[in-house]
C-alpha cells in the first residue's frame, strides 16, 4: 500500500517513515502543504499522514482541497498533530479528515489506525469497482436513470422469479431476412446494429430494458427490475418514438435498406426473474403475456404497433388508434381483441 506522509518536522517525517515502513508499506514524503496537495494528485495513495502545522497551507486547507476534488475525494487522511483539544479534532473532522491522532502517539496504535484506514480505503474501492461493473453492465440495457436508481437501492431489483404484472415489447425488422440473401454480410451486420442501435436508444429513453436481441428483433420490458405505474404507456411511447425517428433515420441507407419496423406490445402477468443455470443466467419475463406480445408482432405488417385489449384499456386516453377487430393468434384457442396505434 502506499502511504503520503506530509509534515515539516524532518524527525516527524523520519520518524512516521520507519513505522510505515516497518509494516511493508511504501512511502512518500512531503515538507508542506503545497507539496502534500502535488504529491497526493500525482502519487493517488491508499493513506494520507497528514501534519495541521505547515508552512504555505496548513492540513486542514490541504484536507479540504483534496476532499473537494473527485479525483482525490477517496484517500483517507489520517491527521496528526500536537493540537489536541476538541476545536482542532473538530476542524480536521469538518474538513474531511477521517481519523485524528496526536502526539505524542504510540507506534502500535499509529500502525492499527493506519491498517484499520487501509482496510475500510480497500473495501470502499471494491465496493466502488463493483458499481461501476454493474453500472457499465446494466447501462447495456436499461436507461442511465434507471442504473442510478438501482445502485442507490439494490432492493427494488426482485430477483428469483416472481409473478409480476409487465408489458413487453416485441419490434422486427420487415423485410431483413430476404435483405439478407443479396446484401454483404458486412453491409448487413452494419445496418443491422444502426436499427439496433435506434430502438435501444428509444426503449431507454423510455425506461425500458432491453431483454434480448432475436436475430433482427428486440424483445424489451417494462415495470421490472424498477416498478413503474405507467408502464403499458411506456412502451407504446417507446414504439411511436422510434416509428417516427425512422424517415431522418434512414437517409443514411441506400433505399434496399430503408426497412419498416413492425410492433407487438401486451401487458399481464408473468413470471420474471432469472432463467438458466448456476453458470449462465438470463434475467428475464417468461408466460402467456410473452408469448401474445410475440404473437402481435408476427401479426403487424408495414410498420404496424400492434396492442392488445389489455395495453389500449391502459392508454387509451393517450393514443389514437382503431380496432381491427378480433384476430387469431397463433398457439390460442380464444381471439384476441387487436387495436393498431396510430399516432
Do not use: W
Amino acid at each position: 500500500m502506499k502511504v503520503l506522509i506530509a509534515d515539516d518536522n524532518s524527525n516527524s517525517r523520519q520518524l512516521l517513515k520507519d513505522i510505515i515502513e516497518s509494516v511493508g508499506h511504501q512511502t512518500f514524503i512531503a515538507v508542506d502543504g503545497p507539496t502534500a496537495v502535488e504529491a497526493a494528485q500525482q502519487h493517488m495513495p491508499d493513506l494520507m499522514i497528514l501534519d495541521v502545522n505547515m508552512p504555505g497551507k496548513n492540513g486542514f486547507e490541504v484536507c479540504s482541497i483534496l476532499k473537494s476534488d473527485k479525483e482525490t475525494a477517496q484517500i483517507p487522511i489520517l491527521m496528526l498533530t500536537a493540537l489536541g483539544d476538541v476545536e482542532n479534532r473538530v476542524a480536521g473532522l469538518g474538513a474531511g479528515a477521517d481519523d485524528y491522532l496526536t502526539k505524542p502517539f504510540s507506534p502500535r496504535e499509529l500502525i492499527a489506525r493506519v491498517d484499520a484506514r487501509l482496510r475500510a480505503k480497500a473495501e470502499s474501492d471494491n465496493l466502488r469497482e463493483t458499481k461501476e461493473i454493474l453500472r457499465q453492465t446494466f447501462e447495456r440495457f436499461v436507461s442511465p436513470s434507471v442504473v442510478e436508481r438501482l445502485l442507490q437501492d439494490p432492493s427494488q431489483v426482485k430477483l428469483g422469479g416472481q409473478f409480476q404484472d409487465v408489458t413487453v415489447m416485441f419490434a422486427d425488422l420487415q423485410g431483413f431476412t430476404s435483405m439478407s440473401e443479396y446484401a454483404p454480410p458486412e453491409t448487413l451486420l452494419s445496418v443491422l446494429n444502426a436499427y439496433h442501435a435506434l430502438v435501444v436508444e428509444h426503449i431507454q429513453k423510455n425506461r425500458g430494458t432491453v431483454d434480448k436481441f432475436i436475430g433482427d428483433g428486440i424483445m424489451a420490458l417494462y415495470n421490472t427490475p424498477i416498478l413503474q405505474s405507467d408502464h403499458a404507456l411506456l412502451a407504446v411511447r417507446t414504439a411511436i418514438g422510434i416509428r417516427s425517428a425512422l424517415p431522418a433515420f434512414q437517409e443514411q441507407f441506400d433505399p434496399a435498406y430503408r426497412l419498416k419496423i413492425n410492433f407487438g406490445i401486451h401487458t399481464g402477468m408473468a413470471v420474471v426473474g432469472n432463467v438458466g443455470t448456476q453458470a449462465i443466467m438470463d434475467f428475464t419475463a417468461v408466460g402467456d403475456t410473452v408469448n401474445l406480445a410475440s404473437r402481435l408482432q408476427q401479426l403487424s405488417d408495414n410498420g404496424q404497433i400492434l396492442i392488445s385489449d389489455a395495453v389500449y384499456n391502459r392508454v387509451s386516453d393517450f393514443i389514437q388508434a382503431h380496432s381491427i377487430g378480433s384476430q387469431k393468434i397463433r398457439g390460442r384457442q380464444e381471439q384476441v381483441t387487436v387495436y393498431e396505434v396510430m399516432e
